[in-house]
């Protein structure tokens, strides 16, 4: 194990907040992903095949959207030259 130096309580403070923010700005951004995508099939008659396409398309589109903004933010928050 190695000699880390410990963090203080406002760097634990900043890195929960930074945590806080990727979660909910990835929910938000797959919630509108999704929305966008499979908002038709709530909206108008479909046949069920292009509403069951436009459902699973919204949910693998908003998910890895979510993935992609929670390490995007993360990753940036950690960068030494933030």
Do not use: K, N
Not at 27 to 36: E, I, N, S
Not at 44 to 70: C, F, S, Y
């Amino acid at each position: 194990m190695g000699t880390r130096p410990r963090r203080s309580q406002a760097e634990r403070d900043a890195i929960t907040v930074e945590i806080g923010y990727a979660l909910f700005s990835a929910c938000f951004l797959g919630g509108v992903a999704f929305g966008t995508i499979a908002g038709p099939a709530a909206v108008w008659h479909l046949p069920p095949a292009i509403e069951e396409l436009l459902l699973a398309t919204g949910t693998v589109v908003g998910g890895v959207l979510a993935v992609l903004r929670v390490v995007h933010v993360l990753w940036r928050f950690g960068s030494p030259g933030r």
